[in-house]
C-alpha cells in the first residue's frame, strides 16, 4: 500500500499514516498550498478547504495578473520565502549578491520513494523500505536558481511526518541564506493552545499552557544549546483537548543548538507555525553548487489526547531515532560518585564505593569529574584528559581493572567540547577556544567553549579521550556540558562566515558524537549539560538516555520528570536516588519515596554508600531488586500520567502498561497530608476492560474496566511525601 500520492490531475499530494492525514496541492502560479493535517481522511481530496478572496492591503504576484483574489498573505502555504507580498512569519530568507532579499518559490518536480531520507552530519529518523516512504518535493526561484528541496518522511505504523529542508544554489551568483526553518505549518484557525516547557539550570521543562494570540509567541534559544530554559519540543492543541481526550499535535525539532519556534495568529485568524534553527547569529553563504541541509522536525497528530501523543513520541524515538543496543535492553545499575566525593577523592575511596555497590547489588561505578589534568576543582584542568595520579595512584587502568575483579562494570565522565585557562591545553592553544579578537572573554563554570568548528580541535580532544577509553576498557561514558556557548567567533574561519560558527559547532559535536558510538559500540552512552540543558531529539541518536536534571530532589523531580514525559521515553531520563537532605533543596523525603521517583526514568544512585545504614543498605537491595523486575515497562511499555504535580497539590501518581496489557504499576507520591484525610480515588488507563487483574500485593481481583471506570482509593498514610505503590498482573 502506498502511503504517499500525487494525483496528477488534481495536484494533490496525499500523506497517509495509520491515524494521520496531511494533504497540499500545486494551485496557481506554482504556488504549493498546504490544505490539511489531522485525522484520517482516506484518498477524500480536501481541496474545498480554500477560499480565495480580494482582501485589502493583501498585495498579489505580478504573474496574477488582474486576479485581486490571489495573494500569498492570506494563503496558507508549505513553504515560504520573504519579498512576495506574505508578511507573516516565513521559512526562508536570503540576500541575494545585489544585496536584495526576495525569494518566490514555485513548484518544480517531486519524487516519491521507499525509504527515509537522511541528512548528512545531522541526526535524523531512521527507516527501511518497510517502515518509510519520501517525498521529496523541489520548489525554485526562477531569478536566482536557488532549489529548495522539502523533505518528508512518513512512517505510517509510528503515525509521524518528518520534515526538513535542503537549500541549494544552482545558480551562478552568491547567495547567503539568512533564515532556512526546518518547516512551516499553516492551521485555518487560531482557536488552539500552546503547551511548552520552561525552566532552569536544575528545574527543567516545566509545563506550560497558554491560548494562542493574535501576534507571534516564540519559544527558543539562543544559548548555543537547546538549553534548560526552553526545550524544542511544542504541542498545539485544542482548547477542550486532555490526556485522554481531543485533537493535539506535537513538533520535536532533532536539533541541539540555537533555534526557534514561532507562532502567528494573523489577521484572518490562520495560524502559522514555523521551526528550525534561530535566525540570531546565522547566515550561510552558498557559491555555485554548494547546499545546506536543515535539522529535521518530527511532527504527530492524535486524536485522542496528549497521552496518545505522548505514546506516539515515545515509540517512534525508540524504535527509529535512539540506535543504541540499550535502547530495548537491561542496563546496568550504577552509582555516580558526584555527590559522594564531589572533587576530593582518591583511588582508595572509589574502590570502597564501589565495593559497597557490589554488596547491594549495582553492576557499575561510574567516575565523575575530576579525575583529570590539575582537577581539585572546576577553576582548572578541562582539556588535559589525562589521568591525575596524585589522585589516583597507579593510574586509572589500575583502579579500573580492581573494580572489574570485584565484577563491577566501570564508566567516566568526560567534557569534551570546554576548556580551562588553568590548563596545559590552553597555554598551548589559546587560540583553540571561541573568543572575539581584542574582547575580553566570558566565563561561566570558570571555563571556555573550545572552537570545535575546527577539525584539528575535534580530532586532538577525541583522540585523548580515545586513549583513556581504550586503556580502561570503560563500559559507561558520560558526555557532560557545563557551559552555555559565546564569544562565537573562530579565528579559523573569515569573517564573512562567522554567522556559520553556532550551527558548525553543533556539527562539530555530532561528528565527535558520532565517532565515539562508531568506536565503541557496546559502550552505554549518556549525555549531559548540567543535567536537562541538551535533552533533545537529537541528542537521543547518539544517546540512549539523557541525564534529565542535576536537581536529584525527589519532590522537584515530580515536575521535571512528569514535563519531560510529554515528549521523551521514560527511559531516556537518567534518574538517581540521591542522599537526604537533599543536596540541592535541603530537602528529606523517605528513601521508598525517593526510589519510587527515580524508578520513573533509568534508575541509578548518586550518594555516598560507605555511609548508608544497614538498614539503608536493606532497602536499598530491595529496590534495586524491584526496579529490574519492572525495568522492561519503563523500556518498552506505555506510560500514563494520571495526576499532574501542577495541578494537584495532595498526590502525584503516574502509570507504566506493558504493550501486551498483561501487566500494569502504578507509582505515586503522597506530597501531603492532613488530619480527617479525604479519599482520593485515581482511574488507571491502557487496560483491557473485560479482562481481570490481580492485585499482587492483597491479591484481590478487578476487571480491568473497574480499575479504569470505577477507579482504585489511594493509600492513607501518615506523613508527607510517602510513596504509593500498586502492581496488577492480568490472570487467565
Not at 547567495?175 to 493552545?193: G, L
Not at 524491584?626 to 506510560?639: C, I, N, S
Not at 501542577?646 to 488530619?675: C, P
Request: aromatic share 10%; glycine share 8%.
Amino acid at each position: 500500500m502506498k502511503h504517499i500520492t500525487y494525483n496528477e490531475e488534481t495536484k494533490v499530494f496525499r500523506l497517509n499514516t495509520n491515524n494521520s492525514s496531511y494533504q497540499m496541492q500545486v494551485r496557481e502560479h506554482a504556488t504549493l498550498v498546504h490544505l490539511y493535517y489531522g485525522a484520517n481522511v482516506g484518498d477524500t481530496e480536501v481541496t474545498h478547504r480554500i477560499i480565495s478572496l480580494d482582501r485589502g492591503f493583501s498585495g498579489n504576484p505580478y504573474e496574477a495578473g488582474e486576479d485581486r483574489t490571489f495573494s500569498l498573505d492570506v494563503l496558507p502555504q508549505e513553504y515560504s520565502g520573504y519579498g512576495n507580498g506574505d508578511y507573516r512569519i516565513n521559512g526562508m530568507e536570503v540576500e541575494h549578491e545585489d544585496g536584495s532579499d526576495a525569494v518566490r518559490l514555485c513548484y518544480e518536480s517531486h519524487q516519491i520513494r521507499k525509504g527515509k531520507y537522511s541528512l548528512s552530519g545531522l541526526p535524523a529518523m531512521y527507516g527501511d523500505e518497510d517502515e518509510a516512504e519520501t517525498l521529496e518535493i523541489v520548489l525554485c526561484d526562477n531569478i536566482s536558481n536557488l532549489k529548495v528541496h522539502l523533505l518528508y518522511g512518513v512512517f505510517p505504523k509510528l503515525d509521524v511526518i518528518t520534515r526538513a529542508v535542503r537549500i541549494k544554489n544552482e545558480g551562478e551568483k552568491q547567495i547567503t541564506i539568512q533564515r532556512a526553518m526546518s518547516m512551516e505549518m499553516d492551521y485555518p484557525n487560531k482557536n488552539m493552545d500552546l503547551i511548552h516547557f520552561y525552566g532552569r539550570h536544575c528545574m527543567e521543562r516545566l509545563k506550560e499552557r497558554l491560548p494562542l494570540h493574535h501576534g507571534v509567541q516564540s519559544v527558543e534559544s539562543k544559548r548555543g544549546t537547546s538549553s534548560h530554559q526552553h526545550n524544542p519540543f511544542v504541542i498545539l492543541c485544542d482548547k477542550k483537548t486532555t490526556e485522554t481526550h481531543g485533537d493535539c499535535y506535537g513538533f520535536a525539532l532533532v536539533y541541539s543548538g540555537n533555534y526557534r519556534c514561532e507562532i502567528e495568529v494573523d489577521q484572518m485568524e490562520q495560524t502559522r507555525l514555523v521551526m528550525g534553527i534561530h535566525p540570531y547569529h546565522f547566515s550561510y553563504r552558498l557559491n555555485q553548487g554548494d547546499m545546506f541541509e536543515t535539522p529535521e522536525v518530527i511532527i504527530a497528530y492524535s486524536a485522542e489526547g496528549l497521552g496518545r501523543l505522548s505514546h506516539i513520541y515515545h515509540d517512534a524515538y525508540r524504535s527509529n531515532l535512539i540506535r543504541s543496543k540499550y535502547v530495548n535492553t537491561p542496563r546496568p545499575i550504577l552509582v555516580n560518585n558526584w555527590e559522594a566525593t564531589y572533587f576530593d577523592f582518591n583511588e582508595e575511596k572509589l574502590f570502597n564505593i564501589a565495593k559497597e555497590a557490589k554488596e547491594i547489588g549495582l553492576d557499575m561505578f561510574v567516575l565523575d569529574d575530576g579525575w583529570f589534568g590539575k582537577r581539585d576543582s572546576d577553576y582548572s584542568g578541562l582539556g588535559d584528559w589525562t589521568v591525575n595520579e596524585e589522585k589516583i595512584r597507579g593510574g586509572l587502568p589500575k583502579l579500573v581493572k580492581k573494580i572489574k575483579g570485584i565484577g563491577m562494570k566501570f564508566g567516566i565522565w568526560i567534557e569534551p567540547e570546554m576548556i580551562s585557562e588553568d590548563s596545559e591545553l590552553y597555554r598551548k592553544h589559546p587560540d583553540w577556544c571561541l573568543r572575539i579578537p581584542e574582547r575580553h572573554m566570558n566565563r561561566s563554570r570558570h571555563q571556555l567553549n573550545l572552537d570545535i568548528t575546527r577539525k584539528e580541535v575535534r580530532e586532538y580532544v577525541m583522540g585523548q579521550i580515545f586513549k583513556v577509553l581504550d586503556s580502561c576498557s570503560v563500559d559507561y561514558v558520560k558526555w557532560d556540558m557545563n557551559r552555555s556557548v559565546d564569544n562565537v567567533y573562530s579565528l579559523a574561519l573569515p569573517k564573512e562566515r562567522q554567522g556559520e560558527v553556532f550551527h558548525r559547532y553543533v556539527l562539530g559535536v555530532y561528528e565527535m558524537m558520532e565517532a565515539l558510538v562508531q568506536r565503541y559500540p557496546d559502550i552505554l552512552f549518556e549525555n549531559c549539560s548540567g543535567g536537562g540543558g541538551r535533552f533533545d531529539a537529537g541528542m537521543l541518536y547518539y544517546s540512549p538516555q539523557i541525564w534529565c536534571s542535576d536537581n536529584t530532589d525527589a519532590i522537584d523531580r515530580l515536575k521535571i520528570q512528569y514535563g519531560t514525559s510529554f515528549g521523551y521515553p521514560i527511559s531516556t531520563m537518567g534518574a538517581h536516588l540521591s542522599v537526604c537532605p537533599n543536596h540541592q533543596t535541603g530537602r528529606t523525603t523517605p528513601q521508598e519515596t525517593r526510589g519510587i521517583v527515580a524508578s520513573a526514568g533509568t534508575f541509578g544512585f548518586e550518594l555516598d554508600l560507605e555511609h548508608m545504614s544497614a538498614e539503608e543498605k536493606e532497602l536499598a537491595k530491595k529496590q534495586i531488586q524491584e526496579y529490574k523486575a519492572m525495568e522492561h515497562l519503563v523500556q518498552t511499555g506505555d506510560y500514563h500520567r494520571l495526576s499532574s504535580p501542577f495541578k494537584n497539590r495532595d498526590y502525584v501518581v503516574w502509570q507504566f502498561v506493558s504493550k501486551d496489557k498483561k501487566e500494569t504499576i502504578v507509582h505515586g507520591v503522597m506530597l501531603r497530608n492532613e488530619a480527617n484525610p479525604h479519599i482520593h480515588l485515581i482511574y488507571l488507563r491502557g487496560l483491557e476492560s473485560e479482562a481481570v487483574y490481580k492485585d499482587m500485593e492483597t491479591e484481590k481481583l478487578y476487571t480491568g474496566a473497574a480499575l479504569m471506570k470505577a477507579g482504585m482509593p489511594l493509600p492513607v498514610k501518615q506523613g508527607d511525601f510517602t510513596p504509593i505503590q500498586f502492581r496488577f498482573c492480568k490472570v487467565g
